[in-house]
């Protein structure tokens, strides 16, 4: 024993051979204390000031770190913070005060210490963020001992303490909300203090009331009546982790182990601090219901050393937290092992993820750890899909079988025996199987889960022993039991039908649990699903089984963090010390709760209601806490923090029960009811209005509070939140502790780039962290980086201006814009603020109890906006979507207490401020789509745009900010700017580099200048910075320019953060896709109103010639698509939850990417997401993998059906058919030679030839009959044209002379046509007919039904006895339904029809056009045809085998998807549609054009609408692929807008289409009166919306500039000769030229309706050279004749056919330059091949005629017709019908043309 030191009078020392120290005892008050008393002055002194004030104790650093500009940062506007905040340091504790003693008369000194107020010990916060409770707290050494008081109670002192004359006043102060910024620091502060009368307790313990981690209560005293307790409107409960995790350096709890546990005989109370000792020690009367109860015997005795014992050294006696040994009559049945049964989805989902993997390795790796005391813990493993897997394992082997039962109606278990094993004893075989049940499954492509008979499989395993199912699973349960469906609907979100999601859809789980619960057996979730999990239904398990969820959504463990925080969280949760078979019971409670295991760090809200009035000075319940009947008290008592975490429970509860809106308002209103009973009643103001808002000083952050509850994703309202995430974040708000549910409703943010030098180091308590900024963006600084967590995530804000340095020394990389934003593992580096950076990260993750690992996110200011709205909105003092900033809700609040007051009832409040109000001046929202950007799991769409917080004081001026330039809402015009190392023109000697400790950047000049862009963007919603061209033109006015068809279609203005990537290829270029506005109406009362039409005009798969930019593939197989709409990702989604999870910008589903879209398989390395063509393309090819087909890839077929009747070989056609065919070989697709073809001969029979490979002269088969046609050799006609390649040419080569004598006339076209079906319908491909002949034979038959007296008329005529009406129109339908009919089934087995049409005569097209038209292939007309004359030869040989050579699609699919709001109603082509949107193309031919009505079903609010075409196609080459073709269009509700978007070379193409269809359904005319009457529809909506002249008269016809070539293209249309009125056009040209109408792309359209004029004799020098971008053509000009000269040479082309017009007085030279004569009198009219010669003049306008073939895309080749002025009438008439300015026939001219259309607009005014 050490020799007692000198004391000073009045003190004794006595030493404690426990602790090995002295204890010293003052004498006079048997005061006792650890500190010897001469290193304390005797009572306490507060130091004086100068003038004899109390000064304040001065802080360690008297200045802050400066930046370079000399600016001084303050925190809080204060000096500088505590060095080790947040420990007790930064709030010193008040010490215990040595009040003046109350004299007890009759007592002795010795004796009145025994009544004198308590010393209550005030440990620091449980949630404190240096968890300094335990460790650092005040527990960190032994408390002095303390001798017992008496045992008896002096009635005069009771007396006293019922007058509370023994108590210590609390601390009571009224605070201004609005007028003091919340200081986070205060949520760091102790509970008010728990002050217990001073005879409460027998001992002087510090430990006698539970510390707050284990139990706190709302109100730290309890009101003597419930009127009282009602009246204050404070509600009362209890927040309980009564099994908290014990960290080091924490006091662990004393255990009881003699079996002797005294309990009150009535209220089976159990003995505490609290009991009074009565009749000599002999009794003890109990603190609850006041019976005297025996003292059992052996409780004052030492069974260890069988002694007497320190009755008053019971742990009992002097600790509030206490653990007994209970001895057998607390036991039902002895304790039964820990049982540990693992239930592993091992299902394809779950295996590709990397789940089971990692899982089964963190079991494996912690066997060790799982709770094994005496070698008694049982495990078991049961993997399940759609079957269910259990594994038997013998003792001491190795060897595992596997056990599937597949019966999920029923589970049973496989084998009695073995399936539950000893941990110990089967070791090595449970080690074996974890090591490779992964790779068991490996191959698995089971989809689905049989989770419901898993529990069942578990439960029955594990039922009579109890114990843990641990499931961990990646899919929504879909078999068996409990299965669920997605019921998940987006349109439900954000409303009230909202809640119903979040309760249990099945009512298996909760009879499931709570059978569960009655076997002691407890079910932990771990849930992976990537897509919809329904954790509201399936957390009833661990909800009535006292278990635990977990969620880990888009789970990949390719990403090591992932892998890495489920291992933490699932090891952690093996090895931890839990409890099995618990009940508990709060007293006061008539409710026991059973509670199968008690995991740690699990919290518990009980709410309290007083019955009777209370007449105890305390209640007890091991949290004793005083009573009072004073209002002040009661406030003064509130724990905001309990008082918080019970909100948090309830609106949860509510949320289930009622609407989310109902559990927002109940947190409001409820603040209401305090804040306005504690303005009514405890301060002056009363009930009437108040410019403040008042609270107690110890609620000061309560508000504050209840705005992050109201902002939280588990309640706020957003139509984004997905309801698994709502129904997971509900599980933690009702289950955390408060350590970890305060930061996870109130971030905890700290500022590190200028943190102290000290924070980041080991002080004395740990880590010390820096002090933590409010929750405000305003905090932010472009140069800084910054620290935001809550418990589950943490962010490292950087900002966009860090200096290099920072960037360096934290990240190891040498500039901020090499950083990558994302989840991540922050590297240590060899430098101090690494070092620094590093240890704060983990002192959070350490401080905060529980198994949860906080993901850490890198978040840079200027990139991913989604990852950084989530980040911003932790950040709860800012504006949040509709929720308001702190300051509006205070100000919100303010006004309903006000109302309150008034009216005496509460008012329901939405916490919604129009922006019209916002104190920021800005009055309208910004409607562009970064606002609506989502972040993780519908963090705001909205970004913050206002600096909110003035707290009665001036703030700067808040900056308009542009989402497009991605900044933050946080900047404010007076922004630092960062120093460069060297500028142009200044010394760099003279240039100051950034601080590279501080990081801090100096401010340069003055305020900055607003970005340009911002202030247009702010403008935009004022049409202030609208950025159409939009101008109006008087069409009567001014001749129109045909070079403005050249022109590209209006901008298309999307808002500038429509898109994740800003390349310029994100839309589709007009040749793939455009639309008749580039500017969407939101409404369809809009669009109706503007009487333009909306459609869409494709050309999805259009050639790509040399220049083009190639269509780029995606070859790794990874196809992210929604799992809602089906749609692919594309450059408009948004990516969420750190780019885990992307937002369809469709229909706004969250979907997972893909586990390995960021992966590059090829080098097998992480790939560059920001690269993928899909995100960066918006035409973009994906190779797809084997679920996208139905059957493996089908080779190229061909089968030529060959026309060899009399015609077809006097003609030619055979010959240069065959001929062609075999020249054409080497280009016909045959990849991998796997291309099949065959050839069919037919006139009046059919002529099939076997092609067995080497055969010199295959033979020919006749099949004569044509009625049921039949192969006559399978086998040989259809052959791999690789393999009988030479037969094949033999063929061909003498095809022709085969049927040179033929006689026959007339063709069997339908039985050619059903025998190339029969051989090819298993595997599909290509019938090529080529005809000469009128189908007179078989079926298919027709007759020749053209009437010329009935062209260009309406009249009836009757044919022979039949009363069938026809006109004119009726010949444009089809004759027989053979060919439709056939056409469907060829469609339905992936045949496609092309069609090359010869007959001299009627041929009928409107009937055989049905082939090509239902099959997706092509008509080809060549009228007249003789290969005597070389041009017809040339043509068609060029298209033909243009045709053969095209990479042309099999087996296609399109589909067209588009925004919600927004339907495609009328699909126009050549297709075949197999269900209401889908479309089946059996082939799909190159430059093909389709066109899609578009209508408007509902009101759209995306800001921009995106079209998506998707083709699944079959390659020529043999693989399948999707081609994705996106063209996203802003939307608008201006008429302007819609006007000066529209396109009008889509619009005619519509028009085109819809004329055709009206001509097949009605008259002729009719469908001329349709284009002229939508036409004047238009121009007088215009009129009289958008001039000045509405309503009445003008003498103008106004259109915008972008449509005044419109009216001339409408005029080309009724000038065609598929439509225009004349009784000289042949019913088959009509045909073919609507069959062009119909497939032309755009390109060849608008010159087929709109023919482009030349004139050569006069063109510029420099047309017909080659120019930088190939030949240069002339200028256009107007087709009308008044530009023909006479001496001049004209070429006028229709994308059809080129005419060279020949003045009549053309020059001699002129003539011989280009056709190599010496006078026109010698040129010959009609179809020619123009010669090359010799000289420039010749060269350029072959050159001209070249560029113009070249550059109509497409097969076809123009004919070139010489057409001389004064030369043959037909020919000149044809080439001048082509000026479609002039008056034809009956319809006007331009000119004349306008005026009709202006009187009709004037009379329709």
């Given at each position: 024993?050490?020799?007692?030191?000198?004391?000073?009078?009045?003190?004794?020392?006595?030493?404690?051979?426990?602790?090995?120290?002295?204890?010293?005892?003052?004498?006079?008050?048997?005061?006792?204390?650890?500190?010897?008393?001469?290193?304390?002055?005797?009572?306490?002194?507060?130091?004086?000031?100068?003038?004899?004030?109390?000064?304040?104790?001065?802080?360690?650093?008297?200045?802050?770190?400066?930046?370079?500009?000399?600016?001084?940062?303050?925190?809080?506007?204060?000096?500088?913070?505590?060095?080790?905040?947040?420990?007790?340091?930064?709030?010193?504790?008040?010490?215990?005060?040595?009040?003046?003693?109350?004299?007890?008369?009759?007592?002795?000194?010795?004796?009145?210490?025994?009544?004198?107020?308590?010393?209550?010990?005030?440990?620091?916060?449980?949630?404190?963020?240096?968890?300094?409770?335990?460790p650092n707290g005040q527990y960190s050494q032994a408390a002095p001992p303390v001798a017992p008081g008496p045992p008896g109670m002096n009635q005069v002192v009771n007396q006293f303490?019922?007058?509370?004359?023994?108590?210590?006043?609390?601390?009571?102060?009224?605070?201004?909300?609005?007028?003091?910024?919340?200081?986070?620091?205060?949520?760091?502060?102790?509970?008010?203090?728990?002050?217990?009368?001073?005879?409460?307790?027998?001992?002087?313990?510090?430990?006698?009331?539970?510390?707050?981690?284990?139990?706190?209560?709302?109100?730290?005293?309890?009101?003597?009546?419930?009127?009282?307790?009602?009246?204050?409107?404070?509600?009362?409960?209890?927040?309980?982790?009564?099994?908290?995790?014990?960290?080091?350096?924490?006091?662990?709890?004393?255990?009881?182990?003699?079996?002797?546990?005294?309990?009150?005989?009535?209220?089976?109370?159990?003995?505490?601090?609290?009991?009074?000792?009565?009749?000599?020690?002999?009794?003890?009367?109990?603190?609850?219901?006041?019976?005297?109860?025996?003292?059992?015997?052996?409780?004052?005795?030492?069974?260890?050393?069988?002694?007497?014992?320190?009755?008053?050294?019971?742990?009992?006696?002097?600790?509030?937290?206490?653990?007994?040994?209970?001895?057998?009559?607390?036991?039902?049945?002895?304790?039964?092992?820990?049982?540990?049964?693992?239930?592993?989805?091992?299902?394809?989902?779950?295996?590709?993820?990397?789940?089971?993997?990692?899982?089964?390795?963190?079991?494996?790796?912690?066997?060790?750890?799982?709770?094994?005391?005496?070698?008694?813990?049982?495990?078991?493993?049961?993997?399940?899909?759609?079957?269910?897997?259990?594994?038997?394992?013998?003792?001491?082997?190795?060897?595992?079988?596997?056990?599937?039962?597949?019966?999920?109606?029923?589970?049973?278990?496989?084998?009695?025996?073995?399936?539950?094993?000893?941990?110990?004893?089967?070791?090595?075989?449970?080690?074996?199987?974890?090591?490779?049940?992964?790779?068991?499954?490996?191959?698995?492509?089971?989809?689905?889960?049989?989770?419901?008979?898993?529990?069942?499989?578990?439960?029955?395993?594990?039922?009579?022993?109890?114990?843990?199912?641990?499931?961990?699973?990646?899919?929504?349960?879909?078999?068996?039991?409990?299965?669920?469906?997605?019921?998940?609907?987006?349109?439900?979100?954000?409303?009230?039908?909202?809640?119903?999601?979040?309760?249990?859809?099945?009512?298996?789980?909760?009879?499931?649990?709570?059978?569960?619960?009655?076997?002691?057996?407890?079910?932990?979730?771990?849930?992976?699903?990537?897509?919809?999990?329904?954790?509201?239904?399936?957390?009833?398990?661990?909800?009535?089984?006292?278990?635990?969820?977990?969620?880990?959504?888009?789970?990949?463990?390719?990403?090591?963090?992932?892998?890495?925080?489920?291992?933490?969280?699932?090891?952690?949760?093996?090895?931890?010390?839990?409890?099995?078979?618990?009940?508990?019971?709060?007293?006061?409670?008539?409710?026991?709760?059973?509670?199968?295991?008690?995991?740690?760090?699990?919290?518990?809200?009980?709410?309290?209601?007083?019955?009777?009035?209370?007449?105890?000075?305390?209640?007890?319940?091991?949290?004793?806490?005083?009573?009072?009947?004073?209002?002040?008290?009661?406030?003064?008592?509130?724990?905001?923090?309990?008082?918080?975490?019970?909100?948090?429970?309830?609106?949860?509860?509510?949320?289930?029960?009622?609407?989310?809106?109902?559990?927002?308002?109940?947190?409001?209103?409820?603040?209401?009811?305090?804040?306005?009973?504690?303005?009514?009643?405890?301060?002056?103001?009363?009930?009437?209005?108040?410019?403040?808002?008042?609270?107690?000083?110890?609620?000061?952050?309560?508000?504050?509070?209840?705005?992050?509850?109201?902002?939280?994703?588990?309640?706020?309202?957003?139509?984004?939140?997905?309801?698994?995430?709502?129904?997971?974040?509900?599980?933690?708000?009702?289950?955390?502790?408060?350590?970890?549910?305060?930061?996870?409703?109130?971030?905890?943010?700290?500022?590190?780039?200028?943190?102290?030098?000290?924070?980041?180091?080991?002080?004395?308590?740990?880590?010390?962290?820096?002090?933590?900024?409010?929750?405000?963006?305003?905090?932010?600084?472009?140069?800084?980086?910054?620290?935001?967590?809550?418990?589950?995530?943490?962010?490292?804000?950087?900002?966009?201006?860090?200096?290099?340095?920072?960037?360096?020394?934290?990240?190891?990389?040498?500039?901020y814009d090499q950083l990558r934003g994302g989840k991540t593992t922050l590297p240590m580096l060899e430098n101090p603020f690494s070092q620094r950076v590093n240890a704060i990260i983990?002192?959070?993750?350490?401080?905060?109890?529980?198994?949860?690992?906080?993901?850490?996110?890198?978040?840079?200011?200027?990139?991913?906006?989604?990852?950084?709205?989530?980040?911003?909105?932790?950040?709860?003092?800012?504006?949040?979507?509709?929720?308001?900033?702190?300051?509006?809700?205070?100000?919100?609040?303010?006004?309903?207490?006000?109302?309150?007051?008034?009216?005496?009832?509460?008012?329901?409040?939405?916490?919604?401020?129009?922006?019209?109000?916002?104190?920021?001046?800005?009055?309208?929202?910004?409607?562009?789509?970064?606002?609506?950007?989502?972040?993780?799991?519908?963090?705001?769409?909205?970004?913050?745009?206002?600096?909110?917080?003035?707290?009665?004081?001036?703030?700067?001026?808040?900056?308009?900010?542009?989402?497009?330039?991605?900044?933050?809402?946080?900047?404010?015009?007076?922004?630092?700017?960062?120093?460069?190392?060297?500028?142009?023109?200044?010394?760099?000697?003279?240039?100051?580099?950034?601080?590279?400790?501080?990081?801090?950047?100096?401010?340069?000049?003055?305020?900055?200048?607003?970005?340009?862009?911002?202030?247009?963007?702010?403008?935009?919603?004022?049409?202030?910075?609208?950025?159409?061209?939009?101008?109006?033109?008087?069409?009567?006015?001014?001749?129109?320019?045909?070079?403005?068809?050249?022109?590209?279609?209006?901008?298309?203005?999307?808002?500038?953060?429509?898109?994740?990537?800003?390349?310029?290829?994100?839309?589709?270029?007009?040749?793939?896709?455009?639309?008749?506005?580039?500017?969407?109406?939101?409404?369809?009362?809009?669009?109706?109103?503007?009487?333009?039409?909306?459609?869409?005009?494709?050309?999805?798969?259009?050639?790509?010639?040399?220049?083009?930019?190639?269509?780029?593939?995606?070859?790794?197989?990874?196809?992210?698509?929604?799992?809602?709409?089906?749609?692919?990702?594309?450059?408009?989604?948004?990516?969420?939850?750190?780019?885990?999870?992307?937002?369809?910008?469709?229909?706004?589903?969250?979907?997972?990417?893909?586990?390995?879209?960021?992966?590059?398989?090829?080098?097998?390395?992480?790939?560059?997401?920001?690269?993928?063509?899909?995100?960066?393309?918006?035409?973009?090819?994906?190779?797809?993998?084997?679920?996208?087909?139905?059957?493996?890839?089908?080779?190229?077929?061909?089968?030529?059906?060959?026309?060899?009747?009399?015609?077809?070989?006097?003609?030619?056609?055979?010959?240069?058919?065959?001929?062609?065919?075999?020249?054409?070989?080497?280009?016909?697709?045959?990849?991998?030679?796997?291309?099949?073809?065959?050839?069919?001969?037919?006139?009046?029979?059919?002529?099939?030839?076997?092609?067995?490979?080497?055969?010199?002269?295959?033979?020919?088969?006749?099949?004569?009959?044509?009625?049921?046609?039949?192969?006559?050799?399978?086998?040989?006609?259809?052959?791999?044209?690789?393999?009988?390649?030479?037969?094949?040419?033999?063929?061909?080569?003498?095809?022709?002379?085969?049927?040179?004598?033929?006689?026959?006339?007339?063709?069997?076209?339908?039985?050619?046509?059903?025998?190339?079906?029969?051989?090819?319908?298993?595997?599909?491909?290509?019938?090529?007919?080529?005809?000469?002949?009128?189908?007179?034979?078989?079926?298919?038959?027709?007759?020749?039904?053209?009437?010329?007296?009935?062209?260009?008329?309406?009249?009836?005529?009757?044919?022979?006895?039949?009363?069938?009406?026809?006109?004119?129109?009726?010949?444009?339908?089809?004759?027989?339904?053979?060919?439709?009919?056939?056409?469907?089934?060829?469609?339905?087995?992936?045949?496609?029809?092309?069609?090359?049409?010869?007959?001299?005569?009627?041929?009928?097209?409107?009937?055989?056009?049905?082939?090509?038209?239902?099959?997706?292939?092509?008509?080809?007309?060549?009228?007249?045809?003789?290969?005597?004359?070389?041009?017809?030869?040339?043509?068609?040989?060029?298209?033909?085998?243009?045709?053969?050579?095209?990479?042309?699609?099999?087996?296609?699919?399109?589909?067209?998807?588009?925004?919600?709001?927004?339907?495609?109603?009328?699909?126009?082509?050549?297709?075949?549609?197999?269900?209401?949107?889908?479309?089946?193309?059996?082939?799909?031919?190159?430059?093909?054009?389709?066109?899609?009505?578009?209508?408007?079903?509902?009101?759209?609010?995306?800001?921009?609408?995106?079209?998506?075409?998707?083709?699944?196609?079959?390659?020529?080459?043999?693989?399948?692929?999707?081609?994705?073709?996106?063209?996203?269009?802003?939307?608008?509700?201006?008429?302007?807008?819609?006007?000066?978007?529209?396109?009008?070379?889509?619009?005619?193409?519509?028009?085109?289409?819809?004329?055709?269809?009206?001509?097949?359904?009605?008259?002729?005319?009719?469908?001329?009166?349709?284009?002229?009457?939508?036409?004047?529809?238009?121009?007088?909506?215009?009129?009289?919306?958008?001039?000045?002249?509405?309503?009445?008269?003008?003498?103008?016809?106004?259109?915008?500039?972008?449509?005044?070539?419109?009216?001339?293209?409408?005029?080309?249309?009724?000038?065609?000769?598929?439509?225009?009125?004349?009784?000289?056009?042949?019913?088959?040209?009509?045909?073919?030229?609507?069959?062009?109408?119909?497939?032309?792309?755009?390109?060849?359209?608008?010159?087929?309706?709109?023919?482009?004029?030349?004139?050569?004799?006069?063109?510029?020098?420099?047309?017909?050279?080659?120019?930088?971008?190939?030949?240069?053509?002339?200028?256009?000009?107007?087709?009308?004749?008044?530009?023909?000269?006479?001496?001049?040479?004209?070429?006028?082309?229709?994308?059809?056919?080129?005419?060279?017009?020949?003045?009549?007085?053309?020059?001699?030279?002129?003539?011989?330059?280009?056709?190599?004569?010496?006078?026109?009198?010698?040129?010959?009219?009609?179809?020619?091949?123009?010669?090359?010669?010799?000289?420039?003049?010749?060269?350029?306008?072959?050159?001209?005629?070249?560029?113009?073939?070249?550059?109509?895309?497409?097969?076809?080749?123009?004919?070139?017709?010489?057409?001389?002025?004064?030369?043959?009438?037909?020919?000149?008439?044809?080439?001048?019908?082509?000026?479609?300015?002039?008056?034809?026939?009956?319809?006007?001219?331009?000119?004349?043309?306008?005026?009709?259309?202006?009187?009709?607009?004037?009379?329709?005014?």
């Amino acid at each position: 024993m050490d020799t007692p030191p000198n004391l000073p009078p009045g003190w004794a020392s006595q030493w404690d051979s426990v602790q090995q120290r002295h204890v010293f005892i003052e004498t006079a008050t048997g005061r006792a204390q650890w500190e010897h008393p001469a290193d304390y002055p005797a009572g306490p002194i507060s130091p004086m000031d100068s003038h004899g004030q109390p000064t304040q104790p001065q802080l360690a650093h008297s200045k802050r770190r400066q930046y370079a500009t000399g600016q001084t940062q303050a925190y809080y506007g204060a000096a500088d913070p505590v060095a080790l905040y947040p420990d007790s340091s930064a709030y010193p504790a008040a010490q215990p005060q040595s009040s003046g003693q109350l004299f007890t008369p009759g007592l002795t000194a010795p004796e009145q210490a025994g009544y004198q107020t308590q010393p209550q010990h005030q440990p620091a916060p449980y949630y404190g963020s240096a968890d300094p409770v335990y460790p650092n707290g005040q527990y960190s050494q032994a408390a002095p001992p303390v001798a017992p008081g008496p045992p008896g109670m002096n009635q005069v002192v009771n007396q006293f303490n019922q007058m509370n004359l023994g108590q210590k006043p609390f601390s009571y102060q009224t605070v201004n909300l609005l007028a003091a910024a919340p200081d986070p620091r205060d949520l760091f502060r102790s509970p008010p203090e728990i002050r217990l009368p001073s005879n409460a307790s027998f001992s002087n313990s510090p430990t006698i009331n539970a510390d707050p981690s284990y139990q706190r209560s709302t109100l730290n005293v309890v009101p003597t009546t419930s009127s009282l307790l009602n009246k204050s409107k404070i509600p009362f409960a209890l927040i309980l982790t009564p099994y908290r995790s014990l960290k080091e350096g924490d006091d662990p709890v004393p255990v009881v182990t003699d079996t002797v546990i005294a309990r009150c005989r009535r209220c089976r109370t159990y003995i505490n601090p609290y009991v009074q000792f009565i009749d000599g020690g002999s009794r003890w009367k109990c603190c609850m219901c006041s019976m005297a109860n025996e003292v059992p015997q052996l409780f004052d005795w030492d069974q260890t050393r069988n002694v007497p014992g320190d009755r008053w050294s019971r742990a009992e006696l002097n600790h509030s937290v206490v653990e007994f040994v209970a001895p057998t009559e607390y036991m039902v049945r002895p304790p039964q092992p820990p049982v540990y049964a693992f239930l592993i989805d091992v299902s394809h989902a779950a295996i590709q993820s990397g789940m089971v993997a990692t899982a089964t390795r963190t079991i494996l790796e912690s066997l060790d750890r799982i709770p094994n005391e005496k070698n008694r813990t049982k495990i078991a493993i049961i993997g399940f899909d759609v079957s269910l897997y259990f594994f038997s394992i013998t003792p001491g082997s190795t060897e595992t079988s596997m056990l599937v039962v597949s019966d999920l109606d029923d589970v049973f278990l496989p084998k009695p025996s073995d399936l539950l094993l000893n941990l110990t004893e089967c070791r090595e075989g449970i080690e074996a199987l974890l090591g490779r049940l992964s790779d068991m499954f490996q191959d698995s492509t089971t989809v689905g889960s049989a989770l419901g008979p898993a529990l069942q499989g578990g439960f029955k395993l594990i039922q009579s022993i109890g114990g843990k199912l641990l499931v961990i699973s990646s899919s929504l349960p879909t078999l068996g039991e409990g299965a669920l469906k997605n019921r998940e609907d987006p349109k439900i979100l954000g409303t009230p039908k909202e809640s119903s999601l979040l309760q249990p859809a099945s009512p298996f789980y909760k009879t499931f649990a709570i059978e569960c619960s009655r076997a002691q057996v407890s079910v932990d979730m771990f849930l992976f699903s990537a897509t919809y999990t329904d954790v509201a239904s399936l957390s009833c398990l661990p909800h009535y089984t006292s278990g635990q969820t977990y969620f880990y959504p888009a789970f990949n463990a390719t990403r090591s963090e992932d892998a890495l925080k489920f291992a933490h969280e699932f090891g952690t949760v093996l090895s931890s010390p839990i409890c099995f078979e618990a009940v508990m019971r709060v007293r006061a409670s008539k409710d026991l709760l059973a509670m199968p295991s008690v995991p740690i760090d699990q919290s518990y809200a009980i709410e309290v209601q007083i019955d009777d009035t209370i007449t105890s000075s305390f209640v007890s319940r091991n949290l004793a806490l005083p009573t009072t009947s004073n209002m002040t008290e009661i406030y003064s008592s509130v724990d905001e923090i309990a008082l918080a975490t019970l909100f948090a429970n309830k609106a949860v509860e509510r949320s289930i029960s009622h609407r989310l809106e109902d559990a927002r308002d109940a947190i409001t209103n409820k603040l209401i009811e305090i804040l306005t009973t504690y303005k009514g009643s405890m301060t002056a103001a009363g009930s009437g209005a108040s410019a403040q808002l008042a609270v107690s000083e110890n609620m000061k952050m309560f508000p504050l509070l209840c705005l992050g509850l109201l902002k939280h994703v588990a309640i706020r309202q957003s139509v984004q939140i997905p309801s698994d995430l709502r129904a997971y974040a509900g599980t933690l708000l009702t289950t955390l502790p408060s350590q970890l549910l305060i930061p996870y409703i109130h971030p905890t943010f700290y500022s590190l780039h200028n943190m102290p030098p000290e924070a980041g180091t080991i002080g004395d308590f740990g880590v010390i962290l820096p002090a933590p900024l409010p929750l405000s963006s305003e905090r932010l600084e472009r140069h800084g980086l910054y620290l935001i967590e809550d418990g589950q995530n943490m962010f490292l804000w950087v900002g966009r201006d860090a200096v290099p340095q920072l960037v360096q020394d934290v990240f190891n990389l040498s500039s901020y814009d090499q950083l990558r934003g994302g989840k991540t593992t922050l590297p240590m580096l060899e430098n101090p603020f690494s070092q620094r950076v590093n240890a704060i990260i983990a002192k959070i993750r350490e401080m905060r109890r529980g198994p949860y690992w906080s993901h850490l996110y890198i978040v840079k200011e200027d990139t991913d906006p989604a990852l950084r709205l989530w980040a911003l909105s932790a950040l709860i003092m800012d504006r949040s979507e509709q929720l308001p900033s702190y300051q509006q809700f205070l100000g919100q609040i303010k006004d309903k207490c006000q109302n309150y007051c008034l009216y005496g009832d509460c008012i329901n409040i939405a916490l919604h401020i129009p922006m019209d109000s916002h104190p920021g001046g800005h009055s309208k929202r910004r409607q562009y789509a970064a606002e609506q950007s989502q972040a993780y799991y519908g963090a705001p769409e909205v970004v913050p745009q206002f600096n909110d917080l003035s707290y009665g004081q001036p703030q700067p001026q808040s900056q308009f900010i542009d989402p497009s330039l991605q900044q933050p809402a946080f900047e404010s015009q007076h922004q630092p700017q960062q120093v460069p190392y060297y500028q142009p023109g200044v010394d760099p000697s003279h240039v100051q580099p950034p601080n590279p400790t501080f990081y801090a950047q100096p401010t340069v000049g003055g305020p900055q200048m607003p970005n340009p862009n911002q202030l247009a963007s702010g403008f935009s919603q004022m049409s202030l910075g609208q950025k159409f061209n939009f101008q109006t033109v008087n069409l009567l006015a001014q001749l129109p320019d045909p070079r403005d068809l050249f022109r590209p279609p209006p901008d298309i203005q999307l808002p500038p953060n429509s898109s994740v990537i800003q390349s310029p290829y994100i839309n589709a270029d007009p040749s793939y896709k455009r639309s008749t506005m580039n500017a969407i109406p939101t409404t369809s009362s809009l669009l109706n109103k503007s009487k333009i039409p909306l459609g869409l005009v494709m050309a999805p798969y259009r050639t790509v010639k040399e220049g083009d930019d190639p269509v780029p593939v995606v070859t790794d197989h990874v196809i992210a698509r929604c799992r809602r709409c089906r749609s692919y990702i594309n450059p408009y989604v948004q990516f969420v939850e750190d780019g885990n999870r992307w937002k369809c910008c469709m229909c706004g589903v969250v979907n997972d990417v893909p586990q390995l879209f960021d992966w590059d398989q090829e080098n097998n390395t992480r790939a560059d997401r920001w690269s993928r063509a899909e995100l960066n393309h918006a035409v973009v090819e994906f190779t797809a993998p084997q679920e996208y087909m139905a059957r493996p890839p089908q080779p190229p077929v061909y089968v030529f059906l060959i026309d060899v009747s009399h015609d077809a070989i006097q003609s030619g056609m055979t010959s240069i058919a065959a001929q062609t065919i075999l020249e054409s070989l080497d280009r016909i697709p045959n990849e991998n030679s796997r291309t099949k073809v065959a050839v069919i001969g037919f006139d009046d029979s059919l002529y099939f030839f076997s092609l067995s490979p080497g055969l010199v002269d295959p033979p020919m088969m006749v099949v004569s009959d044509l009625e049921d046609v039949f192969l006559p050799a399978p086998n040989d006609i259809l052959v791999n044209l690789t393999e009988a390649r030479e037969s094949f040419e033999n063929l061909l080569r003498r095809f022709s002379k085969l049927f040179s004598d033929s006689a026959r006339l007339g063709g069997a076209v339908g039985p050619a046509l059903e025998a190339g079906f029969k051989l090819i319908q298993s595997l599909g491909g290509k019938l090529i007919l080529l005809s000469s002949s009128f189908p007179t034979f078989g079926a298919g038959a027709l007759k020749n039904r053209e009437d010329s007296k009935i062209l260009g008329t309406t009249k009836v005529k009757r044919l022979k006895n039949l009363s069938l009406s026809y006109q004119e129109s009726s010949l444009l339908q089809p004759a027989s339904p053979f060919y439709k009919t056939f056409a469907i089934s060829c469609a339905r087995a992936h045949v496609s029809v092309d069609m090359f049409l010869f007959s001299s005569a009627y041929t009928d097209i409107a009937s055989l056009s049905c082939l090509p038209r239902y099959t997706a292939g092509q008509t080809y007309f060549y009228p007249a045809f003789n290969t005597v004359r070389s041009e017809d030869a040339r043509k068609f040989a060029h298209e033909f085998s243009t045709i053969l050579a095209s990479p042309i699609a099999f087996e296609t699919i399109m589909r067209i998807r588009a925004t919600k709001g927004v339907r495609l109603s009328m699909f126009h082509g050549n297709f075949f549609i197999s269900s209401s949107d889908l479309l089946t193309l059996p082939t799909l031919p190159v430059d093909h054009s389709y066109v899609i009505e578009v209508q408007i079903e509902e009101t759209i609010t995306s800001p921009f609408v995106l079209f998506q075409t998707a083709l699944v196609i079959t390659t020529c080459f043999g693989e399948r692929r999707i081609r994705v073709v996106n063209l996203a269009l802003p939307t608008t509700s201006n008429m302007s807008d819609m006007y000066a978007s529209v396109d009008e070379i889509a619009l005619a193409s519509y028009f085109a289409t819809k004329s055709v269809e009206k001509t097949l359904s009605h008259k002729l005319e009719d469908a001329r009166e349709t284009i002229t009457n939508r036409l004047v529809e238009i121009l007088s909506t215009y009129k009289n919306t958008m001039t000045s002249s509405a309503g009445g008269a003008s003498s103008q016809l106004a259109i915008c500039d972008n449509m005044k070539m419109f009216p001339l293209l409408c005029l080309g249309l009724l000038k065609h000769v598929a439509i225009r009125q004349s009784g000289q056009i042949p019913s088959d040209l009509r045909a073919y030229g609507q069959a062009l109408l119909t497939t032309l792309p755009p390109q060849q359209l608008i010159p087929y309706i709109h023919p482009n004029l030349y004139s050569l004799h006069n063109m510029p020098p420099e047309a017909g050279t080659v120019g930088d971008y190939g030949v240069i053509l002339p200028a256009p000009l107007p087709p009308t004749s008044e530009k023909l000269e006479s001496y001049g040479l004209f070429l006028i082309e229709d994308s059809q056919n080129i005419f060279l017009w020949v003045g009549r007085e053309a020059v001699p030279q002129l003539i011989q330059d280009v056709f190599n004569l010496p006078s026109s009198a010698q040129l010959h009219s009609g179809k020619a091949t123009l010669p090359v010669l010799d000289n420039p003049f010749s060269i350029r306008v072959n050159a001209i005629i070249g560029k113009i073939r070249e550059m109509r895309r497409g097969p076809y080749w123009q004919h070139v017709y010489i057409v001389k002025e004064d030369g043959e009438p037909a020919l000149r008439l044809w080439a001048l019908s082509s000026l479609i300015m002039d008056r034809i026939e009956q319809l006007p001219n331009y000119q004349q043309y306008l005026s009709q259309l202006r009187e009709k607009v004037n009379g329709s005014s």
